[in-house]
C-alpha cells in the first residue's frame, strides 16, 4: 500500500507536467472522455430527477389505488382500441353506492368527476379555465388533504350537494389575494352558466409535478352538487370510482371484490366481457419504470461512443508518453525498480487522465442541471449515485485504455531502453 501511494505521488505531478507541456494533444483527448461522460450522467441524472418527480405525483394517488372507470390504462400497445371503450356506460353514482357498501376490504370509496370553469370570480379577480372536481364525502379518507385553513365538507354537506367549495392554493392566491377567502363567495361558469359557492377550505401549496398530479390549481365542490347542475351521464362526463383497500389488503385482493358487484350491477352474463376497467397505479409505475430503463439504455449508447473515442485518445497519450520516457524506464529498471511498479506509474498516469476528464464532464452536467432548475424550477439534480457511476466508468477506461501501454512499458530491457533517444 505504501508503494501504491508513493507512486501515486510521483505519478501526479508527471501527469500534470505533461498536461502541460501538451495542451492542445491533452485537450483533444480528454474531450472524449468528458462529452462521454457528460452525456452518461446527463441522461441518468435527467431520468432520475424526472423518475423522482413522477413518482412523488403518483404517491400522492397510493401505491395500491384501484381506479374503476371506462378507459384502461394501457402502456405500450400499437394500437388503443378507443372506439370499443367509448362505447362504455360511464360509472354511476348507484354503481358507487353498491361499491360503498359491499366491499369489506376498502377503506374508502368515493366517486369523482372533473369539469372545467369557463370563467371563476371574486369581485374584479378572475382566472380562467380551473380545474373543479365533484367528488363524494370520502374524498379525504382517499388522499391526504392539508388544510391551510378552513375545513372539509360536513357530511350532510356532502350528501345534500350543498353549495360549497374547497379551493387550491394557486386559486386562493389569485382570486383571493392577501386576504383569507374562507367564507367568501366566489362564481364559476360552466357550460354558459353561472354558479355561486360560499368557500369553507384552502389547501396548502402541494407543488407541481410532470404528471399534474396536484390540488394547487384545482376547486373541489360536492358530487352530488354537480349532480345537480350537469348531466353525469352524457359521455361528455366521464367519473371515476375511486377505492382504496384496508392496511395490509393488496390491489388484487380488492378487485377480485370489485369484479363480481360491478358485473352484478350491469348485468353482465358469465360470457361476456367487462365493459369497465379497473385501474391501478402499479400499472402506470411499471410502465415509468420500463420506459425510463430503456431512456438510460439509450444515455449510455450515446455516451459510449464519445467515450470509446476518448479511450482511443487516453491510450494514444499513454503510447507517446512511453516512448518519450524511454531513457528514464530504462534508468529505473537499472536502480532496481520492478515491472509492476513500471506498470503501476503508467496505469495510474491513465486513470488521472481519464478522472480529470470524468470531472471536467460532470462540472458541465452540474452546471447544465443547475441552470434548468434555475429556469424551470423542476428540481434537477446531481445525485452522488450518479457521481459515483460517472467516477468508475472513467478509472475502468483508464485502466482499459492505458493496460497496453503499462505492459510495453514494464517488460522493457533496462539496457536497450537506456541506450534508446
Known amino acids: 500500500m505504501n508503494v501504491f501511494f508513493r507512486t501515486l505521488s510521483e505519478t501526479f505531478p508527471q501527469v500534470m507536467q505533461e498536461l502541460r507541456n501538451n495542451k492542445l494533444r491533452t485537450f483533444l483527448s480528454l474531450f472524449g472522455v468528458s462529452i462521454g461522460i457528460f452525456c452518461i450522467i446527463a441522461v441518468l441524472s435527467a431520468v432520475d430527477s424526472l423518475k423522482r418527480n413522477m413518482e412523488s405525483g403518483l404517491d400522492k394517488l397510493g401505491t395500491n389505488m384501484i381506479y374503476i372507470q371506462r378507459w384502461p390504462w394501457e402502456f405500450g400497445n400499437d394500437e388503443y382500441a378507443w372506439w370499443d371503450y367509448i362505447k362504455r356506460p360511464t360509472m354511476s353514482y348507484d354503481e358507487y353506492k353498491l361499491l360503498n357498501e359491499k366491499l369489506t376490504k376498502a377503506k374508502a370509496v368515493c366517486i369523482e368527476v372533473w369539469l ?20 363524494t364525502e370520502d374524498y379525504d379518507e382517499i388522499y391526504t388533504l392539508n388544510f391551510k385553513s378552513g375545513r372539509y365538507f360536513a357530511p350532510n354537506e356532502s350528501v345534500g350537494g350543498s353549495e360549497v ?27 354558459g352558466r353561472q354558479y355561486k359557492m360560499r368557500v369553507i377550505g384552502v389547501l396548502e401549496k402541494e407543488g407541481e409535478s410532470i404528471i399534474d398530479i396536484s390540488n ?11 349532480r345537480r347542475v350537469v348531466d353525469t351521464k352524457s359521455g361528455m362526463i366521464d367519473p371515476v370510482i375511486e377505492v382504496r383497500p384496508k392496511d395490509g389488503v393488496s390491489a388484487n385482493e380488492i378487485k377480485d371484490e370489485i369484479y363480481p358487484i360491478m358485473r352484478n350491477a350491469r348485468n353482465l352474463r358469465p360470457t361476456e366481457e367487462n365493459d369497465f376497467a ?9 410502465a415509468l419504470d420500463s420506459l425510463f430503463g430503456m431512456l438510460n439504455i439509450v444515455g449510455f449508447i450515446i455516451g459510449g461512443f464519445s467515450i470509446l473515442v476518448g479511450g482511443f485518445g487516453i491510450a494514444n497519450i499513454m503510447f507517446v508518453s512511453v516512448k518519450e520516457r524511454t531513457n528514464v524506464i530504462g534508468i529505473k529498471k537499472s536502480l532496481g525498480a520492478k515491472n509492476y511498479l ?5 496505469l495510474i498516469e491513465a486513470i488521472i487522465l481519464a478522472l480529470i476528464g470524468c470531472l471536467i464532464g460532470l462540472a458541465l452536467v452540474w452546471a447544465l442541471m443547475l441552470a434548468v432548475d434555475q429556469a424551470t424550477g423542476f428540481g434537477f439534480i446531481l445525485s452522488w449515485s450518479n457521481v459515483l457511476i460517472g467516477t468508475s466508468i472513467a478509472v475502468a477506461l483508464g485502466v482499459i485504455a492505458g ?6 512499458a514494464s517488460r522493457m530491457d533496462p539496457v536497450e531502453a537506456i541506450r534508446s533517444k
Open 116 to 135: 372545467n370553469a369557463d370563467d371563476v370570480k371574486y369581485q374584479s379577480n378572475n382566472l380562467q379555465n380551473v380545474q373543479m372536481s365533484g367528488v
Open 165 to 191: 367549495a374547497i379551493i387550491g392554493y394557486e386559486v386562493a392566491e389569485k382570486l383571493f389575494p392577501n386576504i383569507d377567502p374562507v367564507g367568501k363567495y366566489l362564481w364559476f361558469a360552466e357550460s
Open 216 to 226: 394547487d390549481n384545482t376547486i373541489i365542490i360536492p358530487f352530488n352538487y354537480v
Open 278 to 286: 379497473v385501474n391501478e397505479v402499479t400499472l402506470a409505475a411499471d
Open 342 to 346: 513500471i506498470l503501476t506509474e503508467f
Open 403 to 408: 493496460i497496453v501501454p503499462a505492459i510495453t
